[in-house]
């Protein structure tokens, strides 16, 4: 199912850049980077670990000194476990362990953000917000009896294996690495928060951009 959703959204993205490509003010972006996943002890997601992002966009200059963008962005997080509350009978001989599975979350976002500059280290501030259609692993509770090791039951931890969606929004910080006159790289941090507070992610990624229009406007 979740394939499904990229192979669609990546469809719609291949087909709006075809549209705009002989228009004036677009351009392309494409990010990848690393993500940590803030642990927060009373939180579910604190048993995944950091993870990674990878994207894409279009990026249209509203004005000379402001963007807008569309980006599409899937993330993963492996299970690490830690923060599950195991609570088994107080029987001599009573075992238990425990397999999880890894996290994934698809990313659709609208950013507002300065334009880059054709200068090093440029500043670069954004504003983001968007909807996590979020997979929170599946996380599996084996126990069973010393005695009787060949009868083990098998029981899914509240709340996971399941689709969950939430609105977020993020504030990022970075600065522009110009390549040559259409093209540029960016270097930004940015903090992201979902509006129900029980996710908070701090994405560290590199940004390449291709300005589309046939002649540079800075």
Partial sequence: MKNRYII???VLFV????????QNLFR?????????????????????????LIGGGVVYQLFPSFDLAIDITSQGYPYKGGNLQLVAPDVLGWEESVNGSGSNI????MVFRNTPKNSLFYPVFSL?????????????????YD??????????????GIIQTNAFA?????????????????LESRITQTFDLK??????????????????NR
Avoid at 106 to 109: G, K, M
Wanted: charged letters at 20%; one cysteine or more.
């Fill in 15 to 22: 087909d709006t850049t075809n549209i705009i490509h002989a």
């Fill in 147 to 160: 005695q009787s090791p060949e009868n083990v039951s098998h029981q899914k931890y509240t709340g996971t």
């Fill in 170 to 186: 993020a504030f990022g910080l970075g600065f522009n690495i110009p390549l040559k006159e259409k093209s540029r790289l960016i």
């Fill in 128 to 144: 983001r917000l968007g909807v996590f259609r979020s997979h929170i692993g599946e996380v599996i509770i084996n126990e069973w």
């Fill in 28 to 52: 392309i972006e494409f990010m990848g980077g690393s993500s940590l996943n803030f642990k927060n002890n009373t939180r579910l997601f604190s048993n995944w670990g950091n993870g990674y």
């Fill in 106 to 109: 698809l990313e659709c976002s």
């Fill in 199 to 216: 996710q908070t992610f701090i994405p560290i990624l590199l940004t390449f951009q291709h300005d589309l229009e046939k002649k540079a």
């Fill in 8 to 10: 669609v959204l990546f």
